[in-house]
């Protein structure tokens, strides 16, 4: 049976990413105004004083709600993540080494270089160059939502490039935090993770469907121990993900049969006189409910529950607790210091050319194409946007410096970074799209 096309999920995956990247401007632009406001200290005191938790005997996790959301709710928004990256993988734009390689290698300039230019930028300053892996990240969200601004001008395929580059991008920052931004190492709780990642291996091999097992295993197990290893808690997030069966339970045919088979029985059952259904019409409801979960996969399932989620509360709470960056003295100074420089030519020139020239590299070479219906024109547009690196840019500044004034630093050379990539971004790809428009 031919597989129906997968342009409806990549629709409404980017349309949710859109809406949220609007909400995410909305949350940044709250946390700037509340972080340099009179009311800078209940800023302060809600996500970095207050503190919450919860104990069993003398077992307890306590710590500020800023904590709980980087560690906590962003683990889920890289389960999220992990989910995306395995689905790409496995029936997706990256399922197959054509469609994969303009978007992989794309994403792979925009790591290296932007990594290098920040480290040329600091080279002075060894103390600043543990930030090198701040400028390699893209903001899906961001960039999809202004997209969007563009309306049916952008054309679709465009945006899943862009999508499929962000998300080969998420997958090469979540090993540059797993394996350079790691704390001293507790390989007994590792260890205890690893034995959990087992158990819900051994279940996927084994045919467990339910969602909640993976929940409960992959948070009592496996996040728990990640939280005590040393290594940075979202990993566990993306490591679970990729334990969720992407399987079918049955066939498309096997369900198409068993489902028409169950309508013409539902169609025979003789109607009742009053809106309650028959007992008969109940059961074959029900089994038609079971048929539908034995022919959805769980990976997909959870996917299309987490996405709204992490879109539209996880990342917009994330940028009100970490975007409010309260600034003290001149805003020039804060800009031109080596950590904020460093990230903003990162960002800038760094993904733009690192983009650019490796995609032309893996088209030159033969190992892509252009995706139908794009200009190199407006490729240039996207590899401007992905200089907007905001979100998981902010997440790793946290992790890649101690002190409190760098990382304020390097949100100011973020946001700096991001603000100019977009309106450049856009700039080019409205220049772009009336060029086109004007030679056909």
């Not at 049969?257 to 009053?274: C, G, M, N, S, Y």
Request: proline share 3%; net charge neutral; hydrophobic share 50%.
């Amino acid at each position: 049976m031919e597989k129906p096309p997968q342009t409806f999920g990549i629709r409404r995956y980017i349309n949710e990413e859109s809406i949220g990247g609007i909400i995410l401007i909305l949350s940044t632009l709250s946390a700037l105004i509340w972080a340099n406001s009179g009311w800078y200290g209940s800023y302060q005191y809600l996500w970095h004083d207050l503190q919450a938790g919860f104990g069993i005997g003398e077992f307890k996790m306590v710590s500020s709600l800023g904590h709980w959301i980087n560690d906590g709710l962003m683990a889920l928004f890289f389960f999220t993540v992990g989910l995306e990256i395995k689905r790409e993988i496995m029936g997706g734009e990256l399922s197959s080494l054509k469609k994969a390689s303009l978007p992989i290698f794309a994403a792979l300039g925009g790591m290296l270089l932007p990594a290098g230019f920040y480290a040329i930028t600091v080279s002075s300053y060894p103390e600043f160059l543990h930030g090198w892996g701040i400028p390699m990240a893209t903001d899906i969200a961001f960039a999809l939502g202004l997209l969007a601004l563009l309306g049916k001008r952008i054309n679709i395929n465009l945006k899943i490039f862009l999508t499929a580059l962000a998300i080969a991008d998420d997958l090469g920052a979540v090993l540059v935090i797993a394996i350079f931004y790691t704390e001293a190492i507790n390989y007994t709780e590792l260890l205890t993770a690893a034995f959990f990642l087992g158990v819900l291996i051994v279940a996927n091999i084994a045919g467990v469907r339910r969602t909640v097992f993976y929940a409960l295993v992959g948070f009592v197990g496996v996040w728990i121990a990640f939280v005590f290893s040393g290594v940075h808690a979202t990993i566990a997030g993306v490591l679970i993900a990729l334990t969720i069966p992407a399987r079918t339970k049955i066939s498309e045919n096997q369900y198409v049969t068993r489902l028409f088979t169950l309508i013409k029985k539902f169609e025979k059952e003789p109607a009742t006189d009053h809106v309650l259904l028959s007992e008969n019409q109940v059961r074959l409801l029900t089994e038609i409910e079971e048929l539908n979960d034995k022919a959805h996969t769980p990976l997909q399932k959870l996917e299309h529950a987490m996405h709204p989620l992490t879109t539209y509360f996880i990342l917009p709470l994330f940028a009100l607790s970490n975007a409010g960056v309260h600034i003290e003295g001149s805003v020039l100074d804060l800009v031109f210091h080596p950590i904020s420089l460093g990230i903003v030519v990162g960002l800038l020139l760094g993904k733009f050319l690192g983009i650019s020239i490796f995609s032309h590299l893996v088209i030159r070479f033969g190992w892509a194409s252009l995706p139908e219906g794009v200009s190199w024109q407006q490729l240039y547009g996207v590899a401007m946007l992905a200089g907007i690196g905001f979100t998981m840019s902010m997440f790793i500044a946290d992790l890649a410096f101690v002190p409190e004034d760098y990382k304020q630093i390097a949100k100011v050379g973020i946001m700096t970074a991001s603000v100019v990539a977009a309106f450049a971004g856009m700039c080019l790809l409205i220049y772009a799209t009336r060029t086109k428009a004007t030679k056909e």
